[in-house]
């Protein structure tokens, strides 16, 4: 079944802005939206990268590479993760997915999305390209 699901990728010039949602299903958004949330991103031929989190109380990680373009929010309302996407440059270019993360693991996976399995629910991914 699916847990989480992006929306929102798309084709965009450089410079362009994007919004990508994930909407997160009720049981999983009870289980990880109380403490880590996270988008990350894969280029292909490139490992999968931490974009950006954000724990139980709001406070927010990003990548060095996205810090002051993209801001990561979300909607308990709505079981809903956004990713706000401005000044987009080529190197943003990948896929991009929502995640899961446990809270002990969210000071972590940003820089290492891989690091003691912290990450414990992936969605299917939304494709974004930029264009120059």
């Known amino acids: 079944q699916v847990h989480l699901a992006e929306s929102g990728g798309g084709s965009v010039q450089a410079g362009g802005s994007l919004r990508l949602s994930c909407i997160v299903s009720?049981?999983?958004?009870?289980?990880?939206?109380?403490?880590?949330m996270g988008w990350f991103r894969q280029h292909t031929e490139k490992k999968r990268e931490g974009v950006a989190v954000?724990?139980?109380?709001?406070?927010?990680t990003y990548a060095d590479s996205v810090k002051g373009r993209f801001t990561i929010s979300k909607d308990g309302a709505k079981n809903t993760l956004y990713l706000q996407m401005d000044s987009l440059n080529p190197e943003d270019t990948g896929s991009y997915y929502c995640?899961?993360?446990?809270?002990?693991?969210?000071?972590?996976?940003?820089?290492?999305?891989?690091?003691?399995?912290?990450?414990?629910?992936w969605g299917q991914g939304t494709l974004v390209s930029v264009s120059a």
């Open positions: 995640a899961g993360v446990r809270g002990a693991g969210c000071r972590y996976v940003v820089e290492d999305p891989e690091s003691a399995g912290y990450i414990e629910v």
């Open positions: 954000i724990d139980n109380d709001g406070t927010t």
């Open positions: 009720r049981y999983t958004y009870a289980t990880h939206g109380s403490y880590c």
